[in-house]
């Protein structure tokens, strides 16, 4: 008996032990809650959103839940205003006013005007001192000529009313207005959200149908309430959003989040063309649907010419003809990409692929074990290639198939140590990478891509150190709008192999048939935007009906 | 004496937190990139200055140690910076108060359930041994301690979560938000984590308990008419339990942070993952923190098998073992 009870005593403890722990377990949304609650998959965790952050796709989709640009892209590709009412020009692309919407409020009250546009901008331009150096302080310094000054900012962008900023450009800049949509990059934060070093890490009252519940504390879970406020109605005109909370959930591995979402535990997912085995199971299951964006987006490899291996053209090329671009459409993609042979879709005024009938670069092993050659007779040594990789499984999936690829043309080729993809983006606009894989050749427009390619620090391949000449290319072209002269620009992209295009692929969105709504929401200068586009898409109508 | 042996015992503890901590202190230096350079890139010089002060790397390791180490005592385990440097990050506290009760009780159920099954099962081969039973079993058993942990959990999360649809595939419910989803939740990464471990304790026991069979003391209860089930449970387990008892203190400082690819297949985001994320972004005083729990938590549950020698094994308690 004595036995027994100190033996029941002993298993008592241990059940108290494991409950003593269970019960310090934090409390956090787990499974998806069905109705008003979405539950969203992505790969990419949360590494801030503020201006001075550059996410990848999965957390720009998030991000623009919460804070929302001055210009959109609607589904047609052309950019449109958004939280601006109409953004006018002069005639020499130099003076830009933008009028807002009236009686738009951020998550903590404020009222969108123009100085909290000025705000912004002033943080875009590297001039808060509260948000250090960063890459939209590069893109947009650009813009402005070089301010260093909050003297030097008045005299550039000025508030002419309540509701009306004017921006005073030294160069004419005919794209400026899609600078203020950049895929969703540069949004309209508080003024108070800017006053916190907090900004966008664990704190920001955006404008958008959801405001922050908790996020920063747990990198893998992004919790968004519904904004009961929110500025955009539906087409009946009733008040957005639908869904009382979002849930973002990161899970690396794309099985799972196909897993989860085909047993009804997550109601949205996203995935990338290196998916392709999931994306073509889930096209059998009849419970799910997907979203493909249009095939515009080329991911191209972009050069790092200021250093070793690559300032040699002889290593350039030979990566290039290394790529087995069919093989990464169909193997890795499993046709869930095109091939690319050029920048961009046919439409594109960087593609010289002329309708499509033309191929700008070709995979070629035996140029590519060349080439190889060639650089070691030029170096005295072997090509080595190191790729950088994200944390998502996709990343390294398909940069350790482009690794097989120069590994068979005679390269040495490893992988970095994943990152997040933060930290990739900007360590490759440091030019600390050896190349960046980047899919910045997007839609119908330049002007993304043309962050890129001019003179601005932030094209990848270092080529304004290398090919001056190049640079004032692209910045003629980017001022005229010309698209001969970018067909020209382009041309020596290719020839070179500054940048050497791999796939084109549009994005995708799994959702299960329950969801509703995605993409719906009418854009206030008419229209949608795409379902799926670089910018996320649109779930501000979304509901699920189980 | 006994406080003797404890304080001898703790000074050891110190010695080794210290040896380990410092080590890393040394280690994270070697990391491949300049944190600075991950953290905040385009910086201003000031910036990039007072970053650097910040996470210490303009001292020496030994200042830098010392400093972290006051911190630490004082139970600041440091800042995960954002991109705005200091005052923008959050503090690493708050981020294991999510990720550490997690995995503690991932550790905690996966030995329960290790143990649980590896016992029997180890007694049961040795008191068969080199029969076709045991061959069998243990084959059987090698051959899925060298299957690795994560091809397990995506063959289970296939076949039981979605083809089956008995278990969620993703995701990690609190046990005070519902016992039952809770553990639901958790047993496929509980089998992923547990079946190596159920092979690999199992064959530590067994042939353990196979070389105390051989003991006089066995000979003489079983001459004394004791049943085998007693003598297996009451005489021969204790004396055999002590290699499985070195290797279960080892693996639950293993789990601890060693679950990272579990963790992440399921959606767990427990201290595992934290730390993998750590060493991406080059947190340098993150690192440095987890690994020093990492180190503590090796360290306790190495005491704590040290009393469980004394408790289970009567020589060691009579200081004759």
Redesign the interface.
């Given at each position: 008996m004595k036995h027994l009870f100190r033996g029941g005593r002993r298993k008592v403890a241990a059940v108290m032990?494991?409950?003593l722990?269970?019960?310090?377990?934090?409390?956090?949304p787990?499974?998806a809650a069905r109705g008003d609650d979405i539950l969203i998959?992505i790969g990419e965790?949360d590494?801030?959103w503020?201006a001075?952050?550059s996410p990848g796709l999965d957390q720009i989709i998030a991000k623009n839940a919460v804070a929302e640009t001055l210009t959109i892209m609607n589904e047609k590709g052309k950019i449109v205003p958004y939280l601006a009412k109409t953004v006018e020009n002069s005639a020499d692309y130099k003076t830009w006013k933008i009028t807002l919407r009236e009686g738009i409020y951020f998550h903590d009250g404020e009222e969108l005007t123009a100085a909290t546009v000025l705000a912004n901008l002033a943080a875009n331009l590297g001039l808060n001192p509260?948000?250090?150096?960063?890459?939209p302080?590069?893109a947009w310094q650009d813009n402005f000529g070089g301010v260093t000054s909050l003297a030097q900012f008045a005299a550039k962008a000025q508030a002419v009313s309540k509701y009306v900023v004017q921006f005073n450009l030294p160069a004419p800049r005919p794209l400026f207005n899609e600078g203020w949509f950049a895929n969703g990059r540069p949004v309209i934060w508080s003024t108070k959200t800017l006053q916190?070093?907090?900004?966008?890490?664990?704190v920001g009252a955006g404008t958008g149908p959801f405001k922050i519940k908790s996020k920063?504390?747990?990198?893998?879970?992004t919790l968004l309430e519904a904004n009961t406020n929110y500025w955009r109605k539906d087409a009946d005109g009733k008040r957005l959003p639908k869904a009382a909370t979002v849930t973002f959930?990161?899970?690396?591995?794309p099985?799972?989040r196909r897993?989860?979402l085909?047993?009804g535990?997550?109601d949205i997912s996203t995935f990338g063309a290196a998916a392709g085995p999931q994306l073509n199971e889930m096209r059998k299951n009849k419970d799910l649907v997907i979203f493909a964006g249009e095939r515009s987006t080329t991911w191209s490899f972009h050069m790092n010419t200021t250093a070793p291996p690559f300032n040699s053209k002889n290593a350039r090329l030979a990566f290039s003809y290394a790529i087995d671009r069919e093989a990464l459409a169909k193997v890795v993609a499993k046709g869930n990409a095109d091939p690319a042979y050029c920048f961009g879709a046919s439409y594109h005024p960087y593609n010289l692929s002329q309708g499509g009938t033309k191929k700008c670069v070709t995979s070629n092993l035996a140029k590519a074990k060349e080439y190889v050659a060639a650089y070691k007779a030029e170096t005295g040594k072997t090509l080595e290639v190191l790729l950088p990789i994200n944390?998502t499984a996709e990343s390294a999936k398909a940069n350790q198939a482009v690794c097989n690829m120069l590994k068979k043309a005679g390269a040495g080729c490893a992988l970095m140590?994943?990152?997040?993809s933060?930290?990739l983006i900007?360590?490759g606009?440091?030019l600390?990478q050896q190349v960046s894989w980047f899919n910045v050749v997007a839609g119908y427009s330049p002007a993304f891509a043309d962050l890129f390619s001019r003179k601005t620090n932030l094209e990848l391949s270092g080529f304004r150190f290398t090919n001056p000449g190049l640079a004032a290319c692209f910045q003629t072209a980017l001022e005229t709008g010309a698209v001969a002269k970018y067909r020209e620009c382009a041309a020596v992209l290719h020839g070179e192999a500054y940048w050497i295009p791999t796939y084109t692929e549009g994005g995708f969105v799994v959702a299960r048939k329950a969801v509703t709504g995605l993409g719906e929401t009418p854009l206030p200068a008419g229209g949608k935007r795409p379902v799926v586009s670089l910018s996320g898409f649109d779930f501000a109508s979304v509901k699920v009906s189980d | 004496m006994r406080f003797q042996v404890a304080i001898r015992n703790l000074a050891k503890a110190a010695l080794v937190l210290f040896l380990v901590t410092f080590s890393i202190s040394i280690l994270v230096r070697f990391l491949?990139?300049d944190p600075i350079?991950?953290l905040?890139?385009?910086?201003?010089e000031e910036?990039r200055a007072a970053l650097r002060a910040e996470l210490g790397l303009d001292v020496n390791v030994v200042q830098y140690y010392f400093r972290w180490l006051s911190d630490l005592l004082r139970g600041d385990f440091g800042v995960w910076y954002?991109?705005?440097?200091?005052?923008?990050?959050?503090p690493v506290r708050?981020?294991l108060?999510?990720a550490l009760?997690?995995s503690?009780?991932i550790m905690?159920?996966t030995m329960v359930v290790s143990l649980v099954l590896a016992v029997p099962l180890g007694i049961f081969l040795a008191y068969r041994a080199e029969t076709r039973t045991d061959r069998t079993i243990s084959n059987v058993l090698f051959t899925i301690s060298s299957i690795p942990n994560f091809a397990i959990g995506?063959g289970l999360?296939?076949v039981v979560?979605?083809q089956l649809?008995l278990l969620?595939?993703?995701?990690?419910?609190?046990?005070?938000?519902s016992?039952s989803?809770?553990f639901k939740?958790l047993v496929m990464p509980l089998v992923s984590l547990s079946v190596g471990l159920v092979a690999t304790f199992s064959r530590l026991l067994r042939v353990d308990t196979i070389a105390t069979l051989r003991e006089d003391f066995v000979t003489m209860a079983s001459s004394k008419g004791l049943s085998n089930s007693w003598i297996l449970w009451r005489h021969v387990l204790r004396p055999s339990s002590s290699t499985l008892m070195t290797s279960a203190a080892l693996q639950m400082g293993a789990l601890i942070g060693g679950a990272v690819v579990i963790e992440?297949?399921?959606?767990l985001?427990g201290f595992g993952?934290?730390l993998a994320?750590a060493?991406?972004?080059r947190q340098y005083l993150a690192i440095q923190s987890l690994v020093a729990l990492i180190a503590i938590a090796y360290i306790v549950f190495n005491l704590i098998v040290d009393v469980l020698y004394a408790i289970v094994d009567p020589r060691v308690r009579g200081g004759r073992g």
């Open positions: 032990a494991v409950a722990v269970a019960s310090l377990s934090h409390v956090a787990a499974a998959l965790k590494s801030g503020c001075q952050d509260l948000i250090p150096g960063s890459l302080a590069i916190t070093k907090a900004c966008g890490t664990t920063g504390v747990d990198q893998f879970t959930k990161v899970v690396q591995d099985a799972q897993n989860a085909t047993k535990q997550a944390e140590p994943p990152v997040t933060t930290a900007l360590r606009f440091a600390r | 491949p990139g350079e991950i905040m890139p385009f910086a201003t910036g954002a991109s705005t440097g200091d005052g923008g990050g959050v708050s981020m108060a999510i009760p997690r503690l009780l905690l159920y995506l999360a296939f979560g979605v649809d969620p595939v993703i995701g990690y419910v609190p046990f005070a938000e016992p989803e809770h939740s992440s297949i399921f959606a985001n993952m934290l994320s060493i991406a972004t």
